[in-house]
């Protein structure tokens, strides 16, 4: 009886995967998604200023810029993902697999070496704070960050270019998720 019930469902998800789309879904699954690789001929064909998101190994998109207001950046993406970020520092996220916003988060610019800020996690719901301390330098900051109640730890990156403007960031924004890479490309 269990072998029946293993091979119905083997002949479901045929259904829907079609043999011809496995060795594609079998090399994302083993390699990660291809990265898209930026030429100078792609960044001069971009009429609007764009970033290049890579989440783990398995997600990879252009997001164009859609609006600022207020040092805060909207980065829309193919597939209704939106991005907001301040500094490079991811804020508010949408259409990800987990999504986040941070309550009443102060600019990078204006931050002390150490402070704590609430975390909006809306896949799962929680609401959790959030450590953060800087290391600065010319060319990089260093973001430290801890949650007590999830003892979720880790490090966040902002490369700075000679304009003082962050022109890449690796950083972890939820606990559940790997972490993000954003290169930015500004026009």
């Known amino acids: 009886m269990n072998r029946y019930i293993i091979l119905a469902l083997f002949l479901q998800s045929c259904a829907v995967i079609q043999p011809s789309e496995a060795p594609k879904i079998l090399k994302t699954l083993i390699l990660g ?8 001929s ?23 810029l859609s609006s600022v207001d207020n040092d805060l950046y909207t980065w829309l993406g193919p597939n209704k993902e939106r991005i907001i970020t301040q500094d490079g520092k991811v804020l508010y996220t949408s259409g990800l697999q987990h999504n986040i916003n941070y309550l009443e988060f102060t600019s990078i610019d204006n931050y002390e070496y150490k402070s704590s800020y609430m975390l909006e996690l809306l896949d799962p719901s929680a609401i959790i704070e959030v450590e953060l301390e800087y290391l600065i330098s010319k060319s990089k900051v260093i973001e430290n960050f801890y949650s007590p109640v999830l003892d979720w730890r880790g490090e966040n990156l902002y490369f700075i270019n000679e304009s003082g403007k962050t022109y890449k960031s690796i950083q972890y924004y939820h606990p559940m998720a790997p972490k993000i890479t954003i290169d930015f490309y500004f026009k």
């Open 33 to 40: 998604a291809d990265k898209i690789d930026v030429s100078k």
């Open 42 to 64: 792609f960044y001069d064909e971009m009429e609007y200023s764009f970033a290049n998101v890579r989440i783990g190994r398995l997600a990879s998109a252009i997001l164009v």
